[in-house]
């Protein structure tokens, strides 16, 4: 395995000073599952390989809302550290994506999607093509009633067309310091994603917000094909890591070539 040269961290390892893109990530949900590493290595693109925590790589289905997608800094209030951006239309609508945690050739720990499906078409077929993320356009809701939130998808395209995933979780009381694990933090303090292009190079983009207001959350309904779309068999024994995470506003970089 590459050796890597970033700690985890719950806060930023390094702060966006000058962000491509502002957004916020609302009822974010986490649900993963340990696999063996053989099987995300598979998966991965030339030049990433998979990050461990107890030996094992981790793949996660991460439903939620993304909310006011705009141009370049965020607006004044949302965070002091942002001047204000440039809202883009049709910034807002549920997501649901698979992705795994990898590290790069350049030593740097961060996400990458095997599939991003979300309700907009349009920004579908632009991501599609002009970054190379795996965007899907799907028929989606997020529903919730008192502490309980359901979270439906079904993929339109490219395909597998009819590709479903229904989540219900029920959230429960924030996260004490010391209920924070070494595997909350693994999986959910993330600064960076990782994209590969057709001719093989690797980008990073760095990704800053606040720390994660983590909470407990139990998962009372599953039934997902989104995963096993994306390579993994594993919505059927369920997943071993629940967390709801909230909201979070957001700040990304430009994508970067690494080495």
């Not at 040269?5 to 993963?32: C, D, G, K, Q």
């Not at 933090?185 to 983009?205: I, N």
């Not at 139990?218 to 995963?227: E, I, K, Q, S, V």
């Amino acid at each position: 395995m590459r050796p890597t040269n970033e700690p985890i961290s719950a806060t930023p390892t390094t702060r966006v000073a000058r962000p491509l893109l502002r957004m916020r990530w609302e009822a974010l949900t986490y649900l993963h599952w340990d696999v063996d590493l053989e099987v995300v290595a598979d998966l991965l693109p030339p030049g990433l390989t998979p990050d461990v925590h107890a030996g094992r790589a981790w793949v996660g289905l991460i439903p939620f809302r993304m909310a006011g997608i705009g141009l370049g800094p965020g607006p004044a209030g949302v965070a002091r550290w942002l001047p204000r951006g440039v809202p883009l239309p049709q910034g807002t609508f549920p997501e649901t994506n698979v992705r795994t945690y990898v590290v790069g050739p350049d030593g740097g720990r961060g996400v990458y999607f095997h599939s991003l499906d979300i309700t907009r078409l349009a920004p579908t077929v632009v991501a599609r093509l002009g970054y190379r993320l795996p965007y899907c356009w799907s028929a989606m809701r997020i529903g919730r009633r008192g502490d309980r939130l359901a979270y439906l998808a079904e993929r339109r395209w490219p395909g597998p067309v009819g590709t479903r995933s229904h989540v219900v979780v029920e959230v429960g009381a924030r996260l004490a310091d010391h209920e924070r694990t070494e595997l909350d933090d693994f999986l959910s303090a993330r600064w960076s994603l990782y994209v590969a292009t057709p001719r093989g190079h690797v980008l990073r983009a760095r990704v800053d917000h606040a720390p994660w207001p983590l909470r407990h959350a139990r998962l009372l309904h599953l039934g997902d094909d989104l995963t096993s779309a994306a390579g993994y068999d594993v919505s059927a024994r369920g997943p071993v890591h629940v967390r709801y995470g909230g909201d979070v506003d957001v700040a990304v970089g430009p994508p970067r070539r690494v080495a």
